[in-house]
């Protein structure tokens, strides 16, 4: 991929406030934009009201802002998006890639086994709901084969999305497009060909895959960043209490993310453009470290 071709992305969801954790994947993905001469995109996945925290999503640009992020072009809201993901659900139904599914939480977890990331749906609906039921979610079929991911700093990442995941949900039945659909359809659509994102996402890389080669796509390359904890060993999250960060205080924290990612700046660099402009010269995926990364006094 040439410089000049390079499209990134950072796309956080307004369920809370930028942490310390969210900073990090900001500041890797957009180096690794910059560095490579190419673009970053903002995206904005609001597509769960129910969870999300009002103003957040202002509060999150206004910190992009003050920390000296430059996106280019404007920011992509998906609530705004529906009627793509729509058309997406409709191709992939009609090519018999989907199928709508009756089933409630409480019957799959009765007939379901774990798997790599909750429980392995059975197929029950697969070939039409039982009993005369009416789907009102829709899900993706899973082959029975490995996937694989090439992931340029984790390796490869490979599984049996049949075996370790099941039939996944494209449509919740409570009428919520699912993540794993709406970030296929508007990478796809913003011509991203790169994602530079946070290590816990890896385990639905594959399912996305699947979504790619299902519409007809051609995938990203994808890098995943190692995730902060905190002591306990958790994702620094809003589930987890992770405090929320500071535009006033934006020069240390850089400087303390680019630590993070391998790139501690030089005592020299102290103003916010200093650290930015040093960073972008000397941004090195090989310099950044694999495995989570607990987050000092948090």
Not at 70 to 75: S, T
Not at 136 to 158: F, I, K, N, T
Not at 174 to 198: C, K, M, S, T
């Amino acid at each position: 991929m040439s410089k000049s071709s390079y499209r990134g992305r950072f796309a956080p969801s307004p369920t809370g406030l930028l942490h310390a954790g969210s900073l990090s994947t900001a500041v890797g993905s957009y180096l690794e934009a910059r560095s490579r001469g190419g673009e970053w995109l903002l995206r904005m996945e609001d597509l769960d009201p129910p969870r999300e925290m009002p103003g957040a999503a202002d509060d999150i640009l206004r910190t992009l802002e003050a920390f000296g992020f430059e996106w280019d072009g404007e920011v992509v809201y998906q609530s705004r998006r529906h009627e793509r993901y729509r058309a997406a659900l409709l191709q992939l139904a009609a090519s018999g890639h989907a199928y709508a599914c009756c089933c409630t939480r409480k019957e799959i977890a009765a007939a379901a086994r774990r798997g790599l990331d909750g429980y392995v749906y059975p197929g029950t609906c697969r070939n039409g709901c039982p009993g005369g039921r009416e789907g009102r979610a829709w899900r993706l079929r899973a082959p029975d084969r490995d996937v694989s991911v090439m992931d340029r700093l984790q390796g490869e990442c490979r599984q049996n999305l049949a075996g370790d995941i099941g039939d996944f949900v494209l449509l919740r039945a409570d009428g919520f497009w699912a993540y794993q659909l709406a970030v296929v359809v508007d990478d796809a659509e913003q011509g991203v060909n790169d994602i530079v994102r946070g290590a816990d996402l890896l385990v639905s890389t594959p399912r996305q895959l699947q979504v790619y080669d299902s519409l007809g796509l051609p995938p990203p390359g994808y890098c995943h960043l190692p995730v902060l904890t905190n002591a306990a060993g958790e994702k620094l999250s809003k589930q987890t209490l992770a405090p929320a960060i500071s535009g006033g205080d934006a020069a240390r924290q850089l400087r303390a993310a680019l630590g993070w990612l391998g790139h501690p700046p030089p005592a020299e660099c102290g103003r916010l453009d200093e650290l930015w402009r040093w960073a972008i010269a000397n941004w090195s995926l090989s310099r950044a470290p694999r495995g989570p990364l607990i987050l000092p006094h948090a």
